[in-house]
């Protein structure tokens, strides 16, 4: 079955970076896009960026322009989101989520998520 | 950005009952709208996509329907597992979430 599994919680200080991943199986990585999507303390669920992991291309929300990085390890079944510059307001739980478009057409729905991992930015 | 208004912010039924939840948009999204549900502590799970899809091992008992700016997400008869937030996400311009509904034990 899918499974997509992160990287355990993170505390960080304001102006740090950090880094999670996300490790899949049961499919076809090279398949399909993957999507970072974060939850944070009474907000909405607002979407990051996505990864073409087949050819490695990514786009990202013009929030986190200059901030994010998203890449893969396609050996390895690895995503990873990386986010620089952290404050206080980055306090999230940040979730990968699989794109149901397969042969990594961007459909923009999640059929599968990760299990989110808790990123708390604290001086 | 397309806003998504979710309503009502919460919805107080008893199992068996039907829960009707009503997702807004601030302009058309055609049929480009899927619902997520999310318990404490959990992922969400996919349940409709692009208005009126159910998403694999979704019961039947989860239905959508609607177009343009207004969706409805029924559930036709409230399991206790159902208990739960639902959110709308839309894949039209950007990707943009609800706020949520949640559907608590009345």
């Known amino acids: 079955q899918v499974l997509l599994v992160q990287s355990g919680a993170e505390v960080k200080k304001p102006g740090a970076s950090v880094r999670v991943s996300c490790k899949a199986s049961g499919y076809m990585f090279t398949d399909y896009t993957m999507h970072w999507v974060r939850q944070a303390p009474g907000q909405n669920f607002e979407w990051m960026g996505w990864?073409?992991?087949?050819?490695?291309?990514?786009k990202h929300s013009q929030k986190f322009q200059g901030r994010v990085t998203i890449s893969r390890d396609a050996s390895a079944r690895i995503a990873y989101m990386d986010l620089s510059s952290l404050r206080s307001e980055d306090t999230a739980v940040y979730y990968c989520?699989?794109?149901?478009?397969?042969?990594?057409?961007?459909?923009?729905?999640?059929?599968?998520w990760g299990q989110g991992t808790l990123v708390t930015v604290s001086s | 950005e397309i806003v998504l208004t979710q309503s009502p912010a919460t919805l107080s039924l008893s199992p068996g009952e039907r829960a009707t939840l009503s997702c807004r948009a601030s302009?058309?999204?055609?049929?480009?709208l899927a619902w997520y549900q999310q318990k404490p502590g959990q992922a969400p799970r996919l349940l409709i996509y692009d208005a009126s899809n159910r998403a694999t091992g979704i019961p039947a008992r989860f239905s959508g329907s609607g177009s343009g700016t207004d969706f409805t997400l029924t559930i036709s008869s409230l399991e206790p597992e159902d208990f739960a937030v639902y959110y709308c996400q839309q894949r039209s311009d950007g990707l943009t979430f609800g706020g949520g509904t949640k559907v608590e034990i009345k």
């Open positions: 302009q058309s999204i055609v049929s480009y």
């Open positions: 990864i073409n992991i087949g050819n490695g291309n990514t």
């Open positions: 989520a699989r794109d149901r478009g397969e042969y990594n057409w961007n459909y923009g729905t999640f059929d599968y």
